[in-house]
């Protein structure tokens, strides 16, 4: 894939969908994401489904999206002509079932595969968040994103997980929240980002950079100036 700028679809809000904000928040993250193998966990009317996959082929991205919902659901979007044709050029597969299960049963039928991208946005309940978080973290690819939707007060549960599943598994976090200006200006962005962190922290460097500070501030004491340094002189 060749960064060169970035185009975007057709920004649309509908109800119980992502606003025109958030998607062009997601198409960045797919974009860092590397995004080969993506996951929308809730897809409901498919027009944020439809936005990502429109996103992947207009920016030449080698991705394809595993879009999961309940079974009623799925079998409610299949007819779309748009969907249909995504399906068809091998960039979408709708997913079927009940989550975590459907999620759970989606990685064991593909080991090994890396997960680049993640926008979770199905029960918006602690155990289901918590639960999908937990499966996706181990497969999820060095440069992934995980990206839950609704992270505002409005949904303590989803606050809950993520906060909760970010301290037990030290993940970074980045909560992209409307300040009220922004929210006034009608960009109401609730979306969080999750991903596994660059550099561990190793009992080394851990060690090696405290003891630097340490030297740093014992240079500036009275007992290093007036008693140790002459010592050492
Ligand atoms: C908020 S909507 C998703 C909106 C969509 N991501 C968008 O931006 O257009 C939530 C969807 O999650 C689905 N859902 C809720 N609980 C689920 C579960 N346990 N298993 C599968 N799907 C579920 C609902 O059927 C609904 O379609």
Same mark, same amino acid.
């Given at each position: ?11 649309? /809000? *509908? ?9 062009? #928040? ?9 995004? /080969? ?32 919902? #309940?079974? *009623? %659901?799925?079998?409610? %979007?299949? /007819? ?35 997960? *680049? ?8 309940? $602690? ?22 939707? *609704? ?17 037990? $598994? ?36 851990? #060690?090696?950079?405290? $003891? ?22």
């Amino acid at each position: 894939m060749v960064y060169t700028e970035i185009k975007y679809p057709k920004l649309v /809000n *509908d109800k119980g969908s992502l606003t025109e904000v958030e998607k062009q #928040i997601l198409g960045n993250f797919i974009v860092l994401s590397g995004g /080969n193998v993506l996951l929308e966990l809730g897809l409901y009317k498919a027009v944020t489904t439809k936005f990502i996959c429109h996103f992947l082929e207009i920016n030449m991205i080698e991705g394809k999206l595993y879009a999961f919902d #309940i079974p *009623d %659901v799925v079998e409610s %979007v299949s /007819n779309d002509p748009e969907i249909r044709d995504f399906i068809h050029k091998g960039i979408l597969e709708l997913v079927p079932g009940w989550l975590p299960h459907s999620l759970s049963n989606w990685i064991e039928n593909h080991p090994g595969v890396p997960i *680049d991208f993640v926008l979770d946005d199905a029960l918006h309940d $602690y155990p289901s968040v918590y639960g999908e978080l937990k499966l996706i973290w181990p497969r999820l690819a060095k440069s992934g994103f995980v990206l839950c939707h *609704d992270y505002a007060g409005k949904f303590p549960g989803v606050v809950y997980a993520v906060n909760k599943f970010t301290n037990r $598994y030290n993940a970074c976090m980045v909560p992209m929240l409307s300040s009220p200006k922004t929210q006034a200006a009608g960009m109401g962005s609730v979306l969080v980002a999750l991903r596994k962190r660059e550099f561990s922290g190793k009992l080394s460097s851990m #060690i090696s950079n405290e $003891y630097y500070l340490w030297r740093l501030l014992l240079a500036k004491t009275w007992l290093w100036k007036k008693v140790l340094r002459p010592m050492v002189r």
